[in-house]
DNA sequence: GCATGTCAAGTTGTG
DNA sequence: CACAACTTGACATGC
């Protein structure tokens, strides 16, 4: 009952109900007009989606949620080969600014945990170059965010197996050590459901030093040989080895277990899904569910129920 | 207004 | 071989 530990919820990257909208563009509606307008416009997202993230975190307080992950256009376009632009670029870039610094303040205010998951177009295990350019680019964009709203983790899956596993890591573990250091310092590697388990990616996170984020739900539709237990117990050591608070996520099958694809993610998290071995643990859970923040007010509800039910 | 097609990018498994 | 799935639909267009 009166565990020491606690849990933190993380919300993921956007709102169910409560009317807190992140805006986005693409490239070919603004192809149409001339370079200047085209700045004008980001500017405009940009600075729209810099304030709806205070006003996100202004929420999760609200709410005792205690992390939140950032999407990862929320510089539209940034890195875009023919659009691509820079902060200071930007008619707001003053205001953008000082939106950051009073969200970096916030943040350590409230002890929010910040982090960024980038799109599964990011491969530190290609075999192509460009695929690894491409990554690299799109990691450095990532990393100037979390600078600037002091984020704690970039979060990624290790990628393609392309027949062969143990070369996949291997070129994976090449990557991780080209990366500059405000990027490298953030990154987590998570396992994933088709690929790469916690089996997998522990030896190289616990030898390169790189956090592993375990998701019980990839775990479950992709066993490995480990328990529930051993791969939380592994990956709580790893994350205390460096100091840091563990870090997992969370959702329920939208179709059941026995349904053809458990994959999906379910609007809300079943309270049945949540490991016990989680409990009085000190760590951050983000919650994957389609309801977003509504699930996760669901889930405190329900754990609260079940913990004042147990003897 | 509302329905519909489109959007930069990787990799894998399924029907 | 097209498409869904993955952390997340939003936006532009045309009626």
Request: net charge neutral; glycine share 4%; hydrophobic share 35%.
């Amino acid at each position: 009952m009166a565990d020491q530990g606690k849990i933190r919820f993380g919300l993921c990257c956007i709102f169910h109900k409560k009317p807190i909208k992140f805006r986005h563009t693409t490239a070919k509606s603004l192809m149409a007009h001339s370079r200047t307008t085209q700045i004008s416009l980001l500017s405009e997202i940009c600075r729209h989606n810099v304030q709806s993230l205070r006003k996100a975190l202004n929420y999760v307080v609200t709410h005792r949620i205690g992390a939140f992950r950032i999407l990862s256009p929320l510089f539209p376009l940034f890195t875009h080969p023919s659009i691509h632009y820079q902060l200071d670029e930007l008619p707001d870039a003053e205001l953008i600014r000082k939106e950051f610094a009073a969200i970096r303040a916030f943040r350590q205010t409230h002890d929010i945990r910040l982090s960024f998951h980038p799109d599964q177009f990011n491969v530190l295990s290609s075999p192509r170059r460009e695929v690894i350019n491409n990554t690299s680019r799109e990691l450095a964009y990532h990393g100037l965010l979390a600078e600037l709203v002091d984020a704690e983790v970039i979060n990624l899956h290790a990628g393609g197996v392309y027949d062969d596993k143990d070369a996949a890591l291997h070129r994976l573990r090449g990557t991780l050590k080209m990366l500059p250091d405000f990027v490298k310092s953030r990154i987590t590697l998570e396992n994933d459901d088709i690929s790469y388990t916690p089996k997998d990616l522990l030896p190289l996170c616990e030898a390169e030093k790189i956090p592993m984020v375990y998701d019980i739900h990839h775990h479950r539709c992709l066993p490995d040989g480990f328990s529930e237990e051993e791969a939380t117990e592994r990956v709580v050591s790893l994350w205390h080895s460096l100091d840091r608070e563990p870090y997992f996520h969370i959702s329920s099958p939208k179709h059941g277990w026995n349904s053809k694809t458990p994959r999906v993610h379910a609007d809300y998290i079943d309270p049945a899904d949540f490991p016990p071995c989680w409990q009085g643990l000190t760590a951050t859970v983000d919650v994957e569910a389609k309801a977003k923040e509504l699930a996760i007010l669901k889930l405190q509800n329900d754990l609260r129920e079940i913990d004042q039910c147990t003897p």
